[in-house]
């Protein structure tokens, strides 16, 4: 394959559907084919789609037949009223035969305004056959409300080993669902509490302790009133609550959608509506083959807070087109939207709608916060496995990035690069102070002395200066700024230039599945390169968030610090140098008193500036 011919395929293209332009009563996408002053359409982000909607009773007898002009049949777009059913003469087989009796219905053309559309079927689907039919509609999913369980073990009472001869070593081991540590110590006593009886905390007040019986291990229910039996039973003293005032986090910190804690209550009113228009894809590989060709069967998945969304599958297409448009509610302008296209590889109704790998294990080598996520991963991915349609499991962690911490030649190799763009300025600025310093060129070093001595003899033009030519710097690039959202970047991501074996071990099970010369030889290179470029990706996204602040990227941040440059500047100015340094040392050691332990305000900006990272595969 041509090398440049492969680089045009991975680069962003403008498609310039007609938006808007053909529906019914004009639309904020054009004026519309029929101008009038009527409500704009909210599907109007999209291609108008027609379908014809019908509804078949039963297979049984024949009786007569209805023929329609598919010219004749009306269109028929909310807030348009329904519209009125007619009785219609039904027809026998043969065009010339008497009459079999009439039918009352209503036939009309229907667009994705109406309420009937996501029963649709496209009409590349009519092969679909048994259960197959439900995986090819489209779905609107929402994510499980979860909780935080907070279980503090105070003390416990009468705890009676069954050796007594040792001394006992007592330590209580909590499991919730399938969260499970191996142990082979000795059970002295269990207790068994539903969740739903536990109170829920959604501030800071602080939360009664209750005893609780513990159950003698071993008398189950088939011991009948033996557990009575027993002259005393063993207590644990437990403060136990479910935590509403976090939020649980089951998604990459770098793409996440929604931050508000689980209890309505402490949400904040929604900032905006969302709406996005789900057109079309281009150049799709063949994921499969039917009938000795290459096909693929396409559907677009979008996740953004609670709100899952799921096209309809558009079979045997490397070009399908959805047309659909969905909008959420927008509490955070700092989130991130997923949308992913996946195949569809159970279509053929062959495989059941299952309840999702609740049984799978944990990698032991990822944090506590990463455990967690992963566990509340698995919760998400069992409830949405169980729609139907469901959403694969398969599915939930690819939009989740539950491998995220999983390691990968070509991702490190990328933020290596990334670290080594970033500090290309200050490597070339060290540069030049070295050969200033060698007197390399004396000319340029005369000229930076006397600059040197000015900002001593002045240096109160230092911070002004600084600040004046980066508001300076922010206002030229105004007119480079970016015009389009930030794409999955294959440069950037090594995605062209990987080497097939390293692909392969990004794509390989844990634990591995190769054999052990292969193991062995991706063990020797991990070691030669894992030293350099273990941290690099953070400290990328550091500096690169510094970037963004000049770069326009996100508008309202960089406007905002050229608005802050610019007073900055002007205060710096008029200030005198020596107050500014000492008001700067007093706050620089304020007493803790003074201190507070949520995240200063500049913190909590630059933490949600934009950076690279965002168009990393």
């Not at 440049?4 to 007609?18: A, V």
């Not at 010369?517 to 070691?527: K, P």
């Not at 201190?595 to 500036?609: D, E, G, M």
Request: hydrophobic letters at 40%.
């Amino acid at each position: 394959m041509n090398p440049l011919n492969r680089q045009e395929d991975f680069k962003l293209k403008d498609t310039k559907p007609q938006l808007g332009e053909r529906w019914p009563h004009g639309g904020r996408g054009g004026g519309g084919w029929i101008s009038s002053d009527r409500a704009t359409s909210t599907y109007d982000l999209v291609e108008q789609m027609f379908y014809l909607d019908r509804e078949m009773v039963g297979r049984d007898d024949y009786i007569g037949k209805v023929i329609f002009d598919m010219h004749e049949v009306p269109t028929r777009v909310p807030p348009d009223s329904p519209l009125a059913p007619q009785w219609y003469r039904l027809e026998d087989r043969h065009a010339d035969s008497k009459v079999k009796g009439e039918v009352m219905l209503a036939v009309w053309m229907g667009t994705q305004a109406d309420e009937a559309f996501p029963e649709a079927w496209n009409s590349d689907a009519a092969s679909v056959q048994g259960e197959g039919v439900f995986s090819v509609r489209s779905k609107v999913y929402v994510s499980p409300k979860l909780w935080y369980l907070r279980v503090n073990v105070i003390e416990a009472q009468d705890v009676e080993p069954l050796d007594r001869s040792q001394q006992p070593q007592v330590f209580v081991k909590a499991q919730v669902g399938n969260q499970v540590t191996p142990a082979k110590d000795e059970i002295m006593g269990r207790l068994i509490l539903p969740l739903h009886n536990f109170e829920r905390r959604f501030d800071h007040r602080p939360v009664h302790s209750r005893w609780f019986n513990l159950e003698k291990f071993g008398f189950g229910a088939l011991e009948g009133d033996k557990r009575h039996e027993l002259k005393f039973s063993s207590r644990v003293h437990l403060r136990v609550c479910l935590e509403g005032a976090y939020h649980v986090l089951d998604e990459s910190t770098m793409y996440i959608s929604d931050q508000r804690p689980t209890v309505r209550q402490l949400w904040k009113n929604p900032i905006g509506i969302l709406e996005v228009g789900i057109l079309s894809a281009q150049g799709l590989l063949p994921m499969k083959t039917k009938e000795g060709k290459g096909n693929t069967d396409a559907y677009c998945v979008a996740k953004y807070g609670l709100k899952w969304v799921r096209t309809r599958t558009i079979l045997e297409s490397f070009n399908p087109k959805w047309n659909e448009q969905y909008t959420w509610e927008v509490y955070d302008p700092c989130t991130v939207i997923t949308l992913g296209v996946f195949d569809n590889c159970h279509s053929g109704g062959n495989e059941k709608s299952g309840g999702g790998g609740g049984g799978a294990r944990l990698d032991s080598r990822i944090g506590k916060l990463d455990s967690l996520r992963y566990q509340a991963m698995n919760i998400v991915a069992v409830r949405l496995s169980r729609a139907e349609p469901p959403l694969r499991k398969e599915v939930v962690e690819y939009m989740l990035d539950v491998d995220s911490h999983m390691w990968s030649m070509r991702r490190s190799k990328a933020n290596f690069f990334r670290i080594l763009s970033l500090f290309s300025g200050v490597i070339s600025m060290s540069k030049w102070l070295g050969e200033v310093c060698q007197w390399k060129n004396p000319v340029t070093t005369i000229l930076v002395h006397v600059l040197f001595f000015i900002l001593i003899c002045y240096p109160e033009l230092i911070l002004p200066t600084i600040f004046l030519y980066m508001f300076l710097i922010g206002i030229w690039n105004y007119r480079f700024r970016p015009r389009h959202p930030p794409h999955m970047d294959t440069k950037l991501s090594c995605a062209e230039v990987v080497h097939p074996d390293e692909l392969d071990e990004e794509f390989d099970t844990f634990p591995t599945s190769k054999q052990q010369d292969v193991a062995r030889m991706r063990y020797d290179r991990l070691r030669s390169v894992a030293g350099r470029i273990q941290t690099v990706g953070d400290m990328a996204t550091q500096g690169e968030r510094f970037q963004a602040l000049l770069s326009w990227r996100d508008p309202r941040a960089t406007a905002l610090y050229v608005i802050f440059c610019f007073i900055a500047a002007f205060v710096l100015y008029i200030t005198p140098f020596k107050i500014i340094v000492l008001i700067t040392g007093l706050f620089w050691f304020r007493h803790p008193r003074f201190r507070s332990k949520l995240p200063s305000v500049p913190s909590n900006f630059f933490r949600r500036l934009p950076s690279r990272a965002d168009s990393l595969l």
